[in-house]
């Protein structure tokens, strides 16, 4: 098992940056992937990016060239940089981890973006 603990939410105005961390509570080497997922109020959690176990990487179309999805198995930390934030960038960002075929969730950290 793993636990999840995000951070580095917040408010930012539109075109500004943050960045999101994950700490896993163990070893990151073995798990399959990590990374983030994002729900608005009203809407489905939606994938925003995710990393693999070698440097392989996927990204939502909606945020492709805008967020960075990284991963530091020395810190057993998945980070996602998020930059040029848009309006509709709002929501709960989720981290994510995947080990022989089981998905644990963090707790969820907000993110607001002002126009």
């Known amino acids: 098992q793993v636990q999840l603990a995000e951070s580095g939410g917040g408010l930012v105005q539109a075109g500004g940056s943050l960045r999101l961390s994950c700490a896993a509570s163990r070893s990151i080497n073995s798990l399959d992937h990590m990374g983030w997922f994002r729900q608005v109020p009203g809407k489905q959690r939606e994938l925003v990016a995710n990393?693999?176990?070698?440097?392989?990487?996927r990204y939502a179309c909606s945020v492709q060239g805008r967020f960075t999805c990284s991963r530091d198995n020395a810190k057993n930390t998945v980070y996602l940089q998020m930059s040029s934030l848009k309006p509709e960038d709002t929501g709960v960002y989720y981290c994510?981890?995947?080990?022989?075929?089981?998905?644990?969730w963090g707790q969820g950290t907000q993110v607001t973006v002002s126009s």
């Open positions: 994510y981890a995947d080990l022989f075929g089981t998905r644990t």
């Open positions: 990393h693999g176990t070698g440097s392989s990487t």
